[in-house]
């Protein structure tokens, strides 16, 4: 349970990453701004409230693992990881720009915090496994906790991992369905219609629990269940793609487009 | 001649590392039985991952055991690893630079009664282009387990290639084995013949006959794609008249443009290559396979007989 203390720090937290989001992908012309922006709640409650980790020891071997199987909203974990200290918030100036290790799609051995590369969907959620597979090898106790995304979990490789995961019972896997309905080519039951989605996954042997991707006390509740649970567990998360910037909100548009001057001034003074 | 399949030794030398290094693990794609990783499984069954047909996933999932400190073997067919789960091998893998292990059989023509569905003809080319992946082709049995152990003992991605059936056992390529440096097995003056894989041994019997005809032969057996023993083929563009390459693979993509490249940029001198045309297989025997898909000795010498008329 969150305090109401907690609660307005997560939340401001959230306003903070939504700003250096913004920011980000308006400086570099380029980059994923609507589904950095829908994550952003997740991601805040993770790193500043759920996760065991250490960014002065970013390879502490008993740390709990973050994997951005949507790789494409490397805007929203950057900006978490700059915040907690990984590397200097300055480097987010750099993002995307030839020589910077803030790739596009997140790059593993540049990037401190980051935990695995990923930027082709599927793979993350497969990398994923494979860590907590070696996690439980070495009888750690660790989470593994995987963001994808819900015109992500179309790679029929998604299936595979989540067959996997039930195989080797790893219930050291949390992971989210960032399900915001939109994908570059519009309304994702549209474009490959996934729904209903939770049998999907109860089928595949995992615990599904269904909340609002918004609501800081929902999502930590959850993963807390979750943590209980004596199999992977998918999250889905509802959404709204472009969360907190009122005109980007559900537009499938802003799924890849950067914002220019004009709308970059109106998002920031939205989001102070 | 003694016939030993070149997977046998992957599948003998997986078992010997799994004695010696408990990060050792391995990995199948409900091939086990074919590839022989079942072998492993049977001395090591809490050390073994079966994936199901899920060739993808394997590959990602070992990327994610290498992140943790494990050496992963995973393995499949050629055709599987390269063609089906060619992006998890660049993205999860090679991009990252992770100590995967990508051991792979069937490889080939050789594959035989399967068909041009199994027969990778094309998986050196698509190894080879990856930044940071290592590319190793055994030539039989014993260089086979060789290469397991030194793949195992280096930090990085490698691409280990193998065959299904038994290939003759060349005892001249036994001994040490170092990656990235090639074995001359023959000097001569006249032309080079550079091989890969099992067709060392086709190497060896046209450097005979060409020597019969009067002809001084080097044989130099270029285990390892990548990365490539670029001085031995500089040495033999400078030495001698031309080379021949030999490969059981597409002449696009592998052993041959890779020598074709290196000898155009730096000392052009002509160069043939025996391979599989720019065609898919069919099925067939395995051997009579290698006869029709002009992989054999007289293929060489034809080619080699063209450069020095």
């Known amino acids: 349970m969150l305090n109401k203390e907690e609660h307005e720090i997560l939340k401001a937290k959230a306003k ?217 567990v998918m999250i889905i998360a509802n959404t709204t793609k472009g969360k907190g910037v009122s005109f980007m909100e559900g537009e499938a548009e802003w799924h890849g487009k950067p914002p220019a001057k004009e709308h970059f001034d109106k998002a920031m003074l939205e989001l102070t | 001649m003694e016939y030993k399949a070149t997977k046998q030794g992957y599948a003998d030398a997986l078992r010997e590392l799994g004695r010696e290094n408990e990060k050792v693990l391995v990995m199948d794609a409900d091939v086990a039985k074919a590839t022989l990783t079942e072998q492993f499984e049977a001395e090591f069954p809490n050390r073994f991952f079966n994936c199901g047909v899920q060739e993808q996933n394997m590959l990602s999932a070992a990327a994610g055991l290498a992140l943790e400190g494990f050496i992963p073997f995973a393995s499949t067919f050629g055709v599987f690893a390269t063609c089906r789960a060619g992006d998890q091998m660049r993205s999860s893998i090679a991009y990252p630079k992770l100590n995967v292990k990508i051991g792979v059989t069937h490889c080939g023509i050789s594959v035989g009664g399967d068909g041009a569905s199994h027969q990778s003809n094309e998986d050196i080319g698509m190894a080879r282009t990856l930044p940071n992946m290592t590319v190793i082709v055994p030539g039989d049995y014993e260089e086979s387990r060789l290469a397991t152990h030194a793949a195992a003992n280096m930090e990085g991605p490698v691409y280990l290639r193998f065959g299904r059936d038994k290939y003759p056992v060349v005892p001249e390529i036994h001994g040490s084995f170092e990656i990235g440096k090639a074995k001359t097995l023959r000097n001569g003056s006249d032309i080079t013949i550079i091989t890969t894989g099992i067709l060392v041994n086709e190497g060896l019997l046209a450097a005979t006959t060409l020597e019969e005809k009067g002809h001084s032969v080097r044989v130099v057996h270029m285990h390892t794609i990548k990365p490539l023993d670029t001085e031995a083929i500089l040495q033999a563009a400078r030495e001698t008249k031309g080379i021949v390459t030999a490969e059981e693979h597409s002449i696009l993509g592998g052993l041959g443009e890779a020598v074709a490249g290196i000898v155009a940029e730096n000392h052009p001198c002509p160069v043939q290559r025996v391979g599989v045309m720019d065609t898919f297989g069919e099925s067939g025997q395995s051997q009579e396979l290698l006869d029709l898909y002009g992989l054999r000795a007289p293929d060489i010498v034809e080619k080699a007989l063209k450069i020095l008329s």
């Open chain 1, 16 to 232: 903070d990453i939504r700003r250096e989001i913004v920011t980000m992908v308006h400086r570099a012309n380029s980059g994923h701004v609507g589904g950095s922006l829908g994550a952003a709640d997740i991601i805040t409650a993770l790193y500043y409230h759920i996760m065991q980790h250490d960014p002065k020891n970013p390879e502490w071997e008993d740390r709990d693992r973050f994997i951005l199987s949507k790789g494409h909203c490397t805007p929203v974990i950057y900006a978490a990881l700059a915040d907690c200290g990984y590397f200097p918030k300055e480097d987010l100036l750099e993002f995307r720009r030839p020589g910077s290790h803030l790739q596009g799609h997140p790059y593993q051995p540049k990037t401190p915090g980051i935990d695995a590369c990923t930027g082709t969907l599927g793979i993350g959620i497969s990398t994923g496994v494979g860590m907590a597979l070696g996690a439980k090898l070495k009888k750690q106790e660790h989470y593994h906790y995987i963001l994808c995304g819900d015109g992500e979990i179309q790679e029929g490789q998604v299936w595979e991992a989540a067959a996997f995961a039930n195989k080797y019972k790893l219930d050291n896997v949390i992971g989210f369905v960032d399900r915001n309905y939109l994908q570059t080519d519009g309304y994702s039951e549209k474009v490959m219609p996934m729904d209903p989605l939770a049998p999907k996954w109860e089928s595949f042997g995992w615990k599904v629990f269904e909340i609002d991707g918004h609501n800081f006390e929902e999502i930590i509740d959850t993963i807390e269940k979750a943590k209980n649970e004596k199999q992977p």
